[in-house]
């Protein structure tokens, strides 16, 4: 049987990728590799409990996205989110909402420098 096993990666356009490349390194820690992105070993990503990935078809009205004014936000799971907002901060990147912690763990929304919204997941293992 054919099945979707996940998402395996992310592209987008941006007006400037040298410098976005070099702010997603900076703030967010990524190591961009001389093809020009990041690879996330799915063991590393499969060892964080709780983890996996999502796609979620939102009603075009939806204002989960904003303030970002792009049709679509990207979640990045991440083990520590105290220190990566932390690495944020330290960069002038603060969170625009941060969220109790629930459930399915802990989340922080960031905008980028061209103003995509990045959700932080810290997951919670499942109960």
């Not at 410098?19 to 690879?39: Q, S």
């Not at 590393?44 to 204002?63: C, I, R, W």
């Not at 303030?67 to 330290?90: I, W, Y």
């Amino acid at each position: 049987m054919a099945n979707v096993l996940g998402i395996g990666g992310l592209f987008f356009k941006a007006r400037d990728p040298e410098a976005m490349k070099e702010w997603y390194t900076r703030v967010l820690g990524l190591e961009i590799a001389a093809w020009g992105g990041a690879w996330f070993p799915a063991a590393a990503f499969a060892a964080q409990p709780g983890a996996g990935a999502v796609l979620n078809v939102m009603e075009e009205s939806t204002d989960h996205i904003a303030p970002s004014t792009h049709a679509f936000m990207f979640n990045l799971v991440v083990d520590d989110l105290e220190g990566l907002l932390a690495r944020c901060k330290q960069h002038g990147v603060e969170p625009i909402k941060l969220y109790p912690e629930d459930a399915n763990g802990r989340f922080a929304h960031i905008l980028d420098p061209e103003g995509r919204k990045i959700e932080l997941w810290e997951p919670r293992a499942a109960a």
